[in-house]
Nanobody
């Protein structure tokens, strides 16, 4: 089991940037695909971005494409999400996740594809 802990959330203004980090412990993440999800109160958790185990094939939903960048450092056991040009609609609790299957090569995740979840970090963007 991988334990995940997100950090880097906060309150920013529209147009600002934030970089989220997800630190893993318990076992290395190098063999897992990784993903970011987000959730707004009253709505289902939604997939945002994913990256394969070797750091290639980043994938983004249309709402964040061109503004967010997902990266990972397997030596440090950390996943990142650089969020640029934030807008109010990006306000949510952001969660990192590992794939349920080792060496997972899928790009679009749903909750059935997730093995481990972090506890989330709040991102609030004011107008």
């Amino acid at each position: 089991q991988v334990q995940l802990a997100e950090s880097g959330g906060g309150l920013v203004q529209a147009g600002d940037s934030l970089k989220l980090s997800c630190s893993a412990s318990g076992r290395p993440i190098k063999d897992f695909g990784m993903a970011w999800f987000r959730q707004v109160p009253g709505k289902e958790r939604e997939f945002v971005s994913s990256i394969r185990k070797d750091g290639d094939h980043p994938y983004y939903v249309d709402a964040v494409k061109g503004r967010f960048v997902i990266t990972r450092d397997n030596r440090k056991n950390v996943l990142y999400l650089q969020m640029n040009d934030l807008n109010v609609e990006d306000s949510a609790v952001y969660y990192c996740a590992t794939s349920r299957i080792l060496w997972y090569t899928g790009t679009k995740y749903d909750e059935h594809d997730v093995g481990s979840w972090g506890r989330g970090t709040q991102v609030t963007v004011s107008a």
